[in-house]
């Protein structure tokens, strides 16, 4: 049995590990990060130019999307109990027009992106 909770331990430290060394990929050099975070599976980053979600899993690898700040047209949010618990980003060119993310709290994440977005003065 303990040697099963060590086990999990590792990997759960290998896969955040993993994720870590993804997102340092993915964030290029003079990029300014505005807010991240991560819930060990995922991480996403409101950058000054972009939102970047980075995944890594044990069968598919290492998976990045970049959605340039200029590209969304339009948000759309769903709350529960005061937090952001779904967040809808309209990107035209995209299958379905949308990439939605899901979380626990993403009132940072929708926060970060309205300050950010052009249309309100924030990206260049």
């Not at 896969?15 to 997102?23: D, N």
């Not at 980053?45 to 970047?52: G, K």
């Not at 044990?58 to 590209?71: C, D, F, N, T």
């Not at 937090?83 to 899901?102: C, N, Y």
Request: glycine share 12%; proline share 3%; net charge negative.
């Amino acid at each position: 049995m303990k040697g099963e909770l060590i086990s999990a331990g590792k990997r759960e430290a290998d896969k955040a590990l993993a994720l870590q060394e993804a997102v340092d990929r993915q964030i290029a050099p003079g990029e300014v990060i505005l807010h991240q975070q991560d819930d060990g599976k995922e991480h996403i980053a409101v950058t000054d130019r972009r939102l970047v979600i980075t995944k890594v899993g044990k069968w598919l690898g290492e998976r990045s999307e970049s959605i340039p700040l200029a590209a969304i047209t339009g948000l759309s949010t769903h709350l529960n109990d005061g937090k952001v618990i779904l967040l809808q980003i309209a990107v035209p060119g995209r299958s379905m027009g949308e990439i939605a993310l899901g979380g626990d709290d993403l009132s940072q994440v929708m926060a970060a992106l309205v300050t950010a977005l052009p249309s309100y003065g924030g990206a260049r």
